[in-house]
């Protein structure tokens, strides 16, 4: 029977782009479910870029990590002892569980997964975090109307490729940023975007998104930031509705980047611009979910992931997916259902 | 019996802040107007920063005057001639009658002027453009709460001015920001701010903020933009509302401004960064008028008017507008009622 838990902790605080060396795993005595709590062990744990912030010292919109503490992270996994009425041992559910092989933690924290509608990692995915982000960010943000041109950056990625997806339904032209040529194929070919360009092999972002756009920009959906959206915000149309998810180019300065004023341009086109956070959308997450599950299963949907094996994996597939290796939703498995 | 007609015109394209010799005057034939046109004679024209962006050559948000036209913008003046049903000579009214002494145009593009609310001059400030982009641009783009901070930049100009004053209304905190200590004066003494800052007399922007708002910034009314609007940014509370209504600091660049990338904290602060123009508001206008006409008649608005004397002297009221030299709404007055 197993005794010690291991938990990947914050060694360190990165300066620029994490490293190994600023994690470590330890092995702690496996815990305790109090009164209303579940133990949970982990199967797949989620990397995601918003982990980045929570290793600085600074407060971005939560509480940092604190240096020693295992690190944040959503995992799906299977409940092993249960000390609530709401869980049974045998159910799989989603939480806060952190990079660990178990933890405890109240059974109101978790929401069960049905395996029905997709595999267990969906609840990760598509039927989870981000693709709720994808499915609020563009559609309540930015409410994209049929002929519309949508752009989105990190276009390959867990939310990313959604939101060209959900843009499609919507009747809208859709076109991503990706870095590489095979993203740009993952997209344009499987997904059906309309049109992609890779930032990685292109001079000249101006022209290269006037070809894509030649009737310029009405909702951008930003994952990355930087000149990528210079270019995008240069080309709005008059009512353009920008959606800030994400600024995965800033998250690794070691300095903060100046660049072009934009306030005037946004005057000019009387466009919005609004950073959001999923959280802001829980009161309707269930329409989320129901809504995304439909189009999954009308094959209107697709998704990749890019799956690590074995937690002590966790810091390289995390810092692989801030250096942008992964297509789709980047998983790290940690343990075995059965 | 006048004949001709004094008109100021484009006479070139200027390069950082205008000059006087950017302007010509010249004397044309009086117009004639046509079926369903009005002949108004001016008698107070408005100068506006909007107007900079006319004189580029670029295309702003709406196209620039051609060189050598006339001049655009408001003006209230006295009907001289109506060959329409819905005016009559002796009528005042307010419309887009350009930098000129007569104009004439179609009665249907006149706003007829009842002097009883308050003088003439009003139609061109707090009862007309100035006025209702106050109270579009604080009340439906930032929709401020009772208790909440909203700072304005420009704070004793027309829009500013009223800006402050139609927050105190909404039971919120009103900061301004303006250069000098008599603009700064002005605004916390008659208007009833509860703080302003001299710009130009402070060193360190985000220390004087954050003394003036201990409890940070739920809502920005920007006019200026700029190094000004950086220190703001900086203090945005989470869910802060930004409307961009001018960008005066930026207007008379003759290279564009590099600044802070703002992204990330309007992501962190789930803030909301959103232009726009008092046109799109036309269908509400009369609402607003109703409502700023009461608060005027209350004595809960306040205003003041810098006239200059003399269509002459439009160019220079114009470039010392550009310069900050007025308090309250500058106009230029080009003529007598009677």
Same mark, same amino acid.
């Given at each position: 029977?197993?005794?010690?838990?291991?938990?990947?902790?914050?060694?360190?605080?990165?300066?620029?782009?994490?490293?190994?060396?600023?994690?470590?795993?330890?092995?702690?005595?496996?815990?305790?479910?109090?009164?209303?709590?579940?133990?949970?062990?982990?199967?797949?744990?989620?990397?995601?870029?918003?982990?980045?912030?929570?290793?600085?010292?600074?407060?971005?919109?939560?509480?940092?990590?604190?240096?020693?503490?295992?690190?944040?992270?959503?995992?799906?996994?299977?409940?092993?002892?249960?000390?609530?009425?709401?869980?049974?041992?045998?159910?799989?559910?989603?939480?806060?569980?952190?990079?660990?092989?178990?933890?405890?933690?109240?059974?109101?924290?978790?929401?069960?997964?049905?395996?029905?509608?997709?595999?267990?990692?969906?609840?990760?995915?598509?039927?989870?975090?981000?693709?709720?982000?994808?499915?609020?960010?563009?559609?309540?943000?930015?409410?994209?109307?049929?002929?519309? *041109?949508?752009?989105?950056?990190?276009? +390959?990625?867990?939310? /990313?490729? %959604? $939101?060209? =997806?959900? @843009?499609?339904?919507?009747?809208?032209?859709?076109?991503?940023?990706?870095?590489?040529?095979?993203?740009?194929?993952?997209?344009?070919?499987?997904?059906?975007?309309?049109?992609?360009?890779?930032?990685?092999?292109?001079?000249?972002?101006?022209?290269?998104?006037?070809?894509?756009?030649?009737?310029?920009?009405?909702?951008?959906?930003?994952?990355?930031?930087?000149?990528?959206?210079?270019?995008?915000?240069?080309?709005?149309?008059?009512?353009?509705?920008?959606?800030?998810?994400?600024?995965?180019?800033?998250?690794?300065?070691?300095?903060?980047?100046?660049?072009?004023?934009?306030? *005037?341009?946004?005057?000019?086109?009387? +466009?919005?611009?609004? /950073?959001? %956070? $999923?959280? =802001?959308? @829980?009161?309707?997450?269930?329409?989320?979910?129901?809504?995304?599950?439909?189009?999954?299963?009308?094959?209107?949907?697709?998704?990749?992931?890019?799956?690590?094996?074995?937690?002590?994996?966790?810091?390289?597939?995390?810092?692989?997916?801030?250096?942008?290796?992964?297509?789709?939703?980047?998983?790290?498995?940690?343990?075995?259902?059965?």
């Amino acid at each position: 029977m197993v005794t010690l838990n291991r938990q990947i902790t914050l060694a360190a605080r990165p300066t620029g782009m994490p490293k190994e060396s600023d994690f470590r795993m330890i092995e702690s005595p496996l815990p305790s479910p109090g009164e209303g709590e579940v133990l949970v062990r982990s199967l797949y744990l989620s990397v995601d870029p918003y982990m980045r912030g929570r290793m600085n010292e600074a407060r971005g919109y939560a509480d940092p990590v604190a240096l020693g503490a295992v690190m944040v992270g959503a995992a799906v996994g299977v409940v092993e002892e249960s000390r609530s009425p709401a869980v049974v041992k045998g159910d799989f559910a989603v939480g806060m569980l952190g990079w660990q092989d178990y933890a405890a933690l109240p059974a109101k924290d978790l929401r069960k997964v049905n395996p029905a509608p997709g595999p267990l990692t969906t609840a990760l995915g598509i039927l989870g975090m981000p693709g709720l982000t994808a499915y609020f960010g563009l559609l309540d943000i930015c409410g994209p109307k049929a002929g519309e *041109t949508v752009v989105v950056s990190g276009a +390959a990625g867990a939310v /990313g490729s %959604l $939101v060209g =997806q959900i @843009a499609k339904i919507q009747g809208c032209r859709a076109i991503g940023i990706a870095g590489g040529q095979s993203k740009c194929d993952y997209i344009t070919g499987e997904l059906g975007f309309d049109g992609a360009f890779d930032y990685k092999a292109t001079a000249d972002y101006d022209a290269k998104l006037k070809q894509l756009c030649p009737n310029g920009v009405d909702v951008y959906f930003d994952n990355v930031g930087g000149a990528i959206s210079d270019a995008v915000f240069r080309l709005m149309n008059t009512g353009a509705r920008v959606a800030v998810c994400g600024q995965i180019s800033q998250y690794n300065l070691e300095k903060p980047e100046t660049g072009p004023r934009w306030l *005037t341009q946004i005057l000019m086109r009387q +466009a919005k611009v609004e /950073g959001f %956070l $999923v959280m =802001q959308f @829980a009161a309707k997450y269930a329409e989320g979910l129901r809504r995304m599950a439909a189009w999954l299963k009308e094959g209107k949907l697709k998704y990749r992931e890019d799956i690590a094996a074995g937690l002590e994996n966790a810091p390289a597939a995390f810092i692989g997916m801030l250096q942008g290796r992964n297509t789709g939703k980047q998983l790290v498995k940690t343990g075995e259902a059965a």
